[in-house]
């Protein structure tokens, strides 16, 4: 097993790598250090995965056709795992041209170097957003998801279209993950763990959207791995019983797959703001705000198909997994 994971310095991309590196594999790590968010938390991440010297990284934009193309004439790939994108709903609404150079361009060079560098199993990922205005509780991956929000939604619903287009064209297997509101130690800053805890500590007020009136599918970074790493060693096939009178959407006659990785189990957000309280001993202040732009209310992942292919179902508590948060914040932060 020789791996590139791109976005290696990102939330899920360092801890899929510390687990592929612990399983023995070779890993290569490419990341932009984009300054979305601090690169100071990237780098640290990447000090910790170049402790192991089966791990290399590699500074590069994936929207830089030729710097891409150097990554693979040298890696000798046998699996990629893509992760690097331009994360954010409400960052798309602002800076949409991010959105098209890491999400669409950089993409497509991720799966044409796939293509012509014969790589087993390409795995992607893909978002809950993409499932838009769906109201169907459960999402399903065999539900339609063409009325995406957001611009980030869209350009993850693209991701999803193109991959399918490469696996029917060039017989190349892809799999797309569709995470569901991942958190854990090493989280993004921008996510509503980090921003509440930080606040909280700080004594400062907390922005509560939709009134408090959100759901989520909370899923703890650990079960997202190991879903992702019993994905990428099943490598997707073709569905022998599919009907293009009927298509259904998460698979194909390419070899093709499409997953929800979630607890199955929604969370609303002042039960998660409870858990934060009761794991820092402190209470919140509550600004209530109204429901933002590209926000769906709700989500829950319909899991069914994970858990028959690769027999893995996330199920870590959220206050297991909030605590475990707040324990390393506490450490990286506090000390």
């Known amino acids: 097993m020789n791996i590139l994971v791109t976005g290696a310095a990102g939330f899920i991309g360092f801890h899929l790598c510390r687990r592929f590196l612990s399983m023995g594999y070779t890993v290569t790590g490419l990341d932009n250090l984009s300054p979305y968010y601090s690169v100071a938390l990237k780098q640290k991440r990447l000090a910790i995965l170049a402790e192991n010297a089966k791990f290399t990284f590699v500074k590069a934009e994936m929207a830089d056709r030729a710097a891409i193309n150097a990554v693979f004439d040298k ?3 046998s699996h990629v795992v893509n992760l690097a994108a331009q994360a954010g709903v409400r ?3 602002t800076h949409p041209d991010d959105y098209m150079n890491a999400n669409m361009l950089g993409y497509y ?3 044409e170097n796939c293509r012509h560098h014969a790589v087993k199993h390409f795995v992607f990922a893909s978002s809950s957003s993409v499932y838009g205005l769906n109201t169907t509780m459960p ?3 065999h539900d339609n998801v063409d009325h995406p929000i957001s611009l980030y939604a869209a350009s993850k619903k693209s991701n999803e279209l ?10 190349l297997p892809c799999t797309g993950l569709r995470f569901f509101t991942v958190y854990g130690p090493w989280g993004r800053p921008d996510m509503a763990l980090f921003l509440f805890t930080e606040a909280i500590l700080a004594d400062k007020p907390i922005q509560v959207f939709n009134h408090g009136r959100m759901e989520r599918d909370f899923t703890y970074i650990d079960d ?3 879903g992702v790493v019993r994905v990428t060693l099943n490598t997707a096939a073709p569905n022998p019983d599919w009907n293009p009178a009927q298509p259904d959407p ?3 006659v390419a070899p093709y797959r499409l997953y929800n990785i979630g607890n199955n189990n929604s969370v609303s957000l002042l039960r998660f703001i409870e858990c934060i309280e009761e794991a820092l001993g402190k209470k919140a202040i509550m600004e209530m705000m109204p429901l933002q732009p590209g926000d769906v209310p709700a989500t829950r992942a319909n899991v069914d198909d994970l858990v028959r292919d690769v027999g893995f179902q996330p199920a870590t508590p959220l206050e297991t997994g909030i605590a475990r948060f707040i324990d390393w ?3 990286y932060y506090l000390q």
């Open 329 to 331: 914040y506490r450490e």
């Open 75 to 77: 890696g000798g790939f």
């Open 91 to 93: 960052h798309s609404l």
């Open 139 to 141: 999402f399903s991956v």
């Open 109 to 111: 060079h991720i799966l």
């Open 224 to 226: 997202i791995v190991e």
């Open 162 to 171: 193109m991959a399918h287009s490469y696996s029917y064209l060039f017989g």
């Open 250 to 252: 998460s698979t194909s």
